[in-house]
């Protein structure tokens, strides 16, 4: 069975302030990890898949990266409209949810102005 | 407009009511999926549709069935509502090239 495990669950960052969150996965053979953003009362909105390790991917103030047990979603100078609950989830070519989507709890990120 | 929606938005209903849940995609997708999102649980597939003739349950299916009228249309339905599907229930697509999943804007479920 596929597994996520998020942290922090919460984690509040002054405004410029960087810092890393936390995705390990227990998987039997990897097809993708996806990083998702969800604000408050809306649907997950897609941020990056990354496939093998050694991958990055980066957007705006945002840096995926992935190992082969987790990945780190790295912030950098961020502001305040980067507050969100940050969702990292898997595909995997056994998961007890075949072509669904693993997800972690989240973590819910406050930044201070 | 957005690429998928789901109808109703909000919606209570009373214990052993039967209702339905909606999704529409324009993206063109074969795939769709629908999941249910509670606090402290996360995301958990319900079920999962590769075309109109498949349907597949998923992690939590028990107490739902589903309906895919065609490629762009795919309902939940909720045959005897409990309080204990009180939940935000979310659709998705993807492109099996790709994998990516995206997401409706969910459908806030409560369950008296």
């Known amino acids: 069975e596929d597994q996520v495990t998020q942290s922090p669950e919460a984690l509040r960052l002054q405004e410029g302030e960087s810092s890393s969150l936390n995705c390990s996965y227990t998987v039997s053979g990897l097809r993708g990890l996806f990083w998702y953003r969800q604000d408050p009362g809306k649907g997950p909105e897609f941020l990056f898949t990354?496939?093998?390790a050694g991958e990055e991917k980066e957007k705006e103030r945002l840096k995926a990266t992935l190992t082969k047990k987790e990945s780190f979603l790295h912030i950098t100078a961020p502001k305040p409209e980067d507050s969100a609950t940050y969702l990292c989830a898997v595909t995997s070519y056994s998961g007890g949810g075949a072509d669904g989507l693993t997800f972690g709890k989240g973590t819910h990120l406050i930044i201070q102005p | 407009d957005a690429d998928v929606t789901q109808t109703p938005r909000n919606r209570i209903t009373k214990t052993g009511k039967r209702i339905m849940l909606e999704c529409s995609q324009t993206?063109?997708?074969?795939?769709m999926y629908w999941y249910r999102q509670d606090p402290g649980l996360g995301l958990r597939l319900i079920y999962y549709?590769?075309?109109?003739?498949?349907?597949n349950k998923g992690e939590i299916s028990d107490g739902y069935s589903v309906s895919r009228q065609a490629q762009a249309k795919f309902s939940l339905s909720l045959e005897s509502a409990i309080p204990n599907q009180t939940a935000l229930y979310f659709c998705?697509?993807?492109?099996?090239?790709?994998?990516?999943?995206?997401f409706g804007p969910g459908t806030r479920l409560l369950v008296l």
């Open positions: 993206k063109g997708h074969d795939r």
């Open positions: 549709s590769f075309d109109v003739k498949d349907i």
């Open positions: 998705a697509t993807s492109d099996p090239h790709q994998e990516t999943q995206y």
């Open positions: 990354l496939y093998s």
